[in-house]
């Protein structure tokens, strides 16, 4: 076993909970939230079983008035569009050279942070699936896979060390040297279920029934040629084979997007569906089943 790093989690909704909640048990760690918290996270993982774990909890400003190692690494578990303010705001906290773990849904954020932040920019494409519960909790809804890379392949120890850590703290995760394809096909994925269960408010597994069926069915038949027409390679089962399989294995999740808007919070319709909207205009092609879903999607 290596010698734990310090790690920092910035954002304590789903995927930060979870992150926090299993990488506690491995290295060292702070989950920066807006609120501090003392008490233990209760993690509820997927075989149903319940445990409350011990994760440091604390904000960015709290951080700072105390003397903790500096992170040898910054996760990133904020919305897609409130991941630019908070990487300003970190950057008053943190080494320039601290290498960040990008978790954000779409394909918008990474090339960007990747532009600005002076340190190595790893990205993840995960398809873990969990939403929070109350205050402290976060269910674990379904169990995925974590791919990590960065976009110009330029830090594959940093990938593959980050790659340790995580199946140290019991995930699925591997170094993927085409990170980018990845995240095209996870941002197929999202386009496919997350507008969906937001506008009907259901959990992904009823995308499964009748009307939703064919719904998910034809956003996929606009998305694959697009994503082709892009260079994307096309997953090795198919575009149809990709995105049924996540329904089924987070078929008790409530997807993000849904809990975005039973929070009431703003949703990530432009990081998911923008970029395929810039996209069909750049190909010159209509893609009426997306831009409906754009326009019946809660912003
Ligand atoms: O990424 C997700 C999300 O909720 O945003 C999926 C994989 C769809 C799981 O719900």
Redesign the pocket.
């Known amino acids: 076993m290596r010698t734990s790093p310090t790690w920092w989690i910035l954002g304590a909704g789903a995927l930060g909970r979870l992150f926090g909640a299993r990488l506690t048990t491995t290295l060292s760690l702070h989950l920066i939230g807006r609120r501090p918290d003392d008490g233990p996270l209760r993690y509820h993982a997927p075989c149903g079983e319940i445990h409350d774990v011990d994760v440091a909890r604390t904000t960015l400003a709290t951080l700072a008035l105390h003397t903790h190692a500096r992170p040898a690494l910054v996760v990133l578990a904020t919305k897609s569009y409130a991941t630019l303010t908070a990487v300003e705001e970190l950057a008053g906290h943190v080494d320039p050279q601290t290498p960040l773990l990008s978790l954000q849904?779409g394909f918008s954020i990474q090339p960007r942070l990747a532009k600005i932040w002076a340190g190595p920019v790893l990205c993840a494409s995960?398809?873990?699936?969990a939403y929070v519960e109350g205050e402290t909790g976060v269910v674990h809804?379904?169990t995925?896979t974590t791919w990590i890379g960065d976009i110009d392949n330029t830090w594959p120890i940093l990938a593959r060390d980050s790659v340790y850590w995580l199946n140290q703290a019991g995930f699925s995760a591997y170094h993927d040297v085409a990170i980018v394809q990845r995240l095209w096909h996870?941002l197929a994925?999202?386009a496919a279920?997350?507008p969906l269960?937001a506008r009907y408010r259901i959990r992904?597994g009823q995308l499964r029934d009748q009307p939703f069926r064919r719904m998910v069915d034809s956003i996929i038949n606009e998305i694959g040629p697009l994503l082709e027409g892009e260079g994307v390679v096309p997953p090795p089962a198919g575009w149809h084979t990709l995105v049924w399989e996540?329904i089924g294995a987070?078929a008790n999740?409530?997807?993000?997007?849904?809990?975005d808007v039973l929070a009431g919070r703003p949703t990530?319709r432009e990081a998911i569906l923008g970029p395929l909207l810039a996209i069909a205009k750049r190909q010159r092609c209509t893609a009426p089943t997306l831009e409906t879903l754009y326009h019946d999607t809660p912003s």
Do not use: H
């Open positions: 849904n995960t398809t873990e699936g809804a379904g995925g996870k994925i999202n279920i997350n269960v992904n996540v987070t999740n409530r997807a993000s997007m849904l809990q990530e």
